[in-house]
């Protein structure tokens, strides 16, 4: 997270979400969302926490995923993110080698 990038506190990021607070702690607790943390150890979430929470809530919300279903998709996302960048990367080599 950058310097300048906006950050919001737990009750902000529940309001943009139109989540429960408990919710976006469960959430944290099962490693579907990593809020930054202040030093006062006050949870800040990233636009991208934001998003992330959103998908979820889309994923629970109108597709009726649980949450461990959640997890897994969630860790595909990852792969297919990291495919993506790791064939990117390759065929970079090639065009330059």
Do not use: C, W
Request: charged share 35%.
């Amino acid at each position: 997270m950058t310097e300048k990038e906006r950050t919001y506190t737990i009750k902000l990021a529940a309001q943009l979400t139109g989540m429960h607070e408990q919710s976006l702690r469960l959430y944290e607790r099962r490693g579907l969302v990593s809020p930054a943390r202040s030093k006062g150890n006050i949870r800040r979430y990233s636009d991208a926490d934001v998003e992330q929470i959103r998908f979820i809530k889309r994923l629970v919300d109108d597709l009726g995923v649980n949450l461990a279903g959640v997890e897994v998709i969630l860790q595909m996302r990852r792969q297919v993110i990291a495919l993506r960048q790791e064939l990117e990367r390759l065929r970079g080599e090639r065009v330059t080698g």
